[in-house]
């Protein structure tokens, strides 16, 4: 799953918007090419939001999957959900696992470097690594200290739960988002989203830190004081619904 940089819009979309706001002030004889051109605007805008809310979607997924417990800074993130979610960032990362010895159960070895790289992309480079086994009710993780590498299924028959980005709000590098929980479902139906109400949001805080990479600060509940609304508000942030 390769990320994006959603920073950086598509011409054409971005050219549409500006070009509405300029003919909008000129006399009525143009009003209908006026109309047409602040209607593309309107269509550009609308496709650009929904790509940068699916992109961002991809960043949070892995953390949305394991149903990650509220946190307000990753050096407070319990270390068993520091390894599953580097786990899922790994599996989703890697459709292609023919890299990777399997054996005759489907599971594949996956070095513990690979792992803290997939952790280091998701949570930055203050997340606490402590390796381990980790119990979990839809991916079995086993940990061999020894050779220092995971077992790792190939394909997890059930997904937890996967993401949809319903708000965004920005502040100079931070981003702020709140994101549905889509209810169970198989690994292999993650387009299933697109029919199905979330279960439950929550807000995550973002930064971006590269032109392609974006770390999760923290996760919230959504009460008054986090939603993206009221951090809208008041904190004077751009806001893309």
């Known amino acids: 799953m390769a990320k994006q940089d959603i920073s950086s819009k598509p011409v054409q979309a971005e050219a549409a918007p500006a070009t509405a706001q300029k003919r909008s002030f000129r006399p009525r004889a143009l009003g209908l090419v006026t109309t047409v ?13 929904t790509w940068e809310k699916q992109a961002l979607a991809e960043v949070v997924e892995p953390l949305v999957i394991i149903d990650v417990p509220a946190y307000e800074s ?4 319990d270390e068993v959900e520091v390894i599953r979610a580097g786990v899922w960032q790994f599996l989703l990362d ?3 696992t023919s890299g990777y010895q399997e054996d005759s159960f489907g599971n594949i070895t996956v070095p513990q470097s690979d792992i803290e790289a997939s952790i280091r992309q998701i949570l930055g ?8 086994s980790v119990e979990d009710s839809y991916l079995s993780i086993v940990y061999d200290e020894e050779n220092q590498v995971y077992y790792l299924p190939t394909t997890p028959s059930v997904l937890p739960y ?7 709000s920005k502040n100079m590098n931070i981003y702020t ?3 549905g929980y889509i209810p169970p479902g198989p690994f292999w139906d993650v387009g299933r989203h697109l029919e199905e109400e979330p279960q439950k949001t929550m807000i995550y805080t973002l930064q971006k830190v590269d032109t392609d990479q974006y770390v999760v600060l923290s996760v919230a509940f ?3 004081e986090s939603t993206v609304s009221q951090v809208q508000a008041q904190e004077g942030l751009t806001s893309d619904t």
């Open 37 to 49: 051109v602040w209607l593309v605007g309107l269509i550009g805008n609308a496709v650009n939001n």
């Open 74 to 77: 990753v050096n407070y993130l």
């Open 222 to 224: 959504p009460t008054t």
């Open 94 to 96: 890697h459709p292609d």
């Open 177 to 179: 988002l709140e994101v």
């Open 125 to 132: 480079e203050h997340a606490n690594i402590h390796h381990q």
């Open 162 to 168: 996967s993401c949809e980005v319903l708000n965004i």
